[in-house]
């Protein structure tokens, strides 16, 4: 196991003034959970992968006697759940930490911690550039979260002055620790959820996989989430046991590349796909998602399966980056366009009517306009539901920072647009379609501003607003999926009524 606990040179100085032994005490150690309960404020950036950590932190610090509040006013402990998947990530955290500043002005005691990639890949360094924060660490330390700020509480200093100007000498007085060791493959074990009973919501995430091995050339995951390790197939199946015994009805799969999935051994080699037929059968779980696909590793296997396992959505999220067979080689993706148009052939063939998404990446550099022009035109002859798209962010450390970035940000922002525009149109038709048509919808609670309104998703992920039934609970509803008419496609959403 690497260990590269790294208090800072400041925090070196810390330890020698109160005793070398605080430096390198247990991070193990918890809280004392009879004390009154401390609160933690949390706000995360990013992906899904941040979302489940997030849940995972609240559970661990729960043990130590945190409970979660809403106000950063009240908290004795904020974490900051960075993403460093782009620039503007980057700079989201930045800023959060700059808005809670006063906060620690006013409590000294407040300890400021820095989480997720940003704080993985940056570690000190990170703390030198965002003097607030007291600990940066990275995914792999949510276990160690509630012993590192023990630690920290231990050797705060009283003196309000010390965490303002670390580097001068009253900062001497301030520990301040960066914790981003990373667990080896060998090593590594999956934290299971613990949620407690009423804290689970109709639909779940469910981890198979940390990490990635794909090191495509612009990403910097593989640096910030370690090597790919996927986890037990009878973990996965009990977790998802434990969630739709609290209430879940809907799980879905979550990791960076879940087709390479490998934690069972299949002759065949398709691991997910029997993964997903295990899954299916927990009794009770209505509904299974997955997400992410990396279309190399997309097998005709887990194509079948939405036509087969009757939990299997509609809806698939395939990742095809750039339409260029060219810009898809410098990005390292081991596929060409025709490749990616084969598959979403097969699948059409097996799931007509399937929902598909995917990210875009515009301004690659080299991407010429013909290049561009092919993105466009895939776009077209897929026909996604919706995409995510994103202009080229230079990332530290991964390997298209080698090539030469030629497109001036405002090429990348047109090109951005244009993308944005073509796919609103498609966008509009996709959701026009179902209008007129009644879809089984599950139920997940009230609409966010909708006067009573129930909200649910089709099968395919979009989203329905529906008033609620005339006579009856409209609470009994949720949870369950019922026949929906749909009268009206919106941009984003869809509204229709109890049929
Ligand atoms: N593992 C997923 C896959 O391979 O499709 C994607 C994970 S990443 C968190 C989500 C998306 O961010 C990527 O699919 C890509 O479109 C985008 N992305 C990643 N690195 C980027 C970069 N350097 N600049 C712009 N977009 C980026
Ligand atoms: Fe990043 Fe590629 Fe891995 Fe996705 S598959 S996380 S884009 S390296």
Redesign the pocket.
């Known amino acids: 196991m690497s260990n590269v606990t790294l208090p800072l040179s400041d925090s070196l100085a810390d330890s020698l003034a109160t005793g070398p032994a605080a430096a390198i005490a247990s991070h193990t150690e918890a809280l004392p959970t009879t004390a009154a309960p401390r609160r933690v404020f949390i706000e995360s950036f990013g992906?899904q992968m941040n979302d489940y950590d997030v849940a995972r932190m609240v559970e661990v610090l729960r043990k130590s006697g945190y409970e979660r509040i809403e106000e950063a006013e009240q908290a004795d402990l904020i974490v900051i759940n960075t993403c460093s998947?782009?620039e503007k990530a980057e700079n989201k955290a930045a800023s959060a930490a700059g808005r809670y500043r006063p906060l620690k002005e006013k409590n000294p005691s407040l300890i400021v911690a820095l989480g997720g990639c940003l704080a993985q890949q940056e570690g000190d360094a990170l703390l030198k550039k965002i003097p607030v924060a007291d600990l940066t660490f990275g995914p792999d330390q949510i276990p160690q979260l509630p012993g590192h700020v023990a630690t920290l509480l231990g050797q705060q200093s009283a003196d309000p002055a010390t965490w303002a100007r670390p580097r001068t000498p009253l900062g001497k007085y301030r520990l301040r620790l960066a914790k981003t060791e990373v667990i080896d493959v060998e090593d590594y074990e999956f934290l299971d959820a613990d949620p407690r009973p009423g804290d689970v919501s109709i639909t779940a995430l469910v981890t198979i996989q940390k990490g990635?091995d794909n090191y495509?050339a612009?990403?910097v995951?593989p640096n910030t989430r370690g090597r790919e390790v996927s986890r037990p197939a009878d973990q996965v199946v009990a977790e998802i046991k434990r969630f739709v015994d609290q209430g879940a009805r809907e799980v879905t799969l979550i990791g960076?590349?879940v087709n390479a999935y490998h934690a069972i051994g299949m002759p065949d080699g398709d691991d997910f796909a029997e993964l997903l037929a295990r899954c299916d059968k927990v009794p009770g779980l209505r509904r299974l998602r997955f997400t992410?696909s990396?279309p190399h590793y997309f097998s005709r296997k887990v194509a079948d399966a939405f036509r087969d396992l009757p939990t299997l959505c509609p809806w698939l999220h395939l990742?095809v980056?750039a339409g260029s067979s060219r810009v898809l080689a410098m990005m390292a993706r081991d596929y060409k366009r025709e490749d990616y148009l084969d598959k979403i052939a097969y699948i059409k063939s097996v799931c007509p009517d399937i929902s598909l998404s995917t990210?875009i990446?515009v301004g690659y550099p080299g991407e010429t306009e013909e290049d561009f022009q092919d993105t466009c035109s895939l776009l077209e002859l897929v026909r996604y539901d919706s995409i995510y798209s994103?202009s080229?962010?230079r990332?530290p450390g991964t390997p298209a920072t080698e090539l030469e970035d030629t497109l001036p940000q405002e090429e990348k922002s047109r090109r951005l647009q244009i993308v944005q525009a073509l796919q609103r149109t498609i966008t509009n038709e996709r959701m026009a379609r179902m209008v007129g048509r009644t879809e089984p919808v599950l139920i997940e609670g009230l609409a966010r501003m909708g006067n009573g309104q129930l909200c649910g998703r089709t099968g395919g992920n979009h989203t329905v607003n529906m008033d609620p039934p005339a006579t009856g609970e409209a609470s009994a509803l949720i949870g369950q999926v019922v026949p929906v008419y749909i009268t009206q496609a919106r941009s984003h959403t869809l509204a229709g009524q109890l049929a």
Request: charged share 15%; with cysteine.
């Open positions: 992906c998947i782009r990635c495509c612009y990403c995951v960076q590349n992410t990396h990742p980056q990210d990446i994103f080229y962010s990332r």
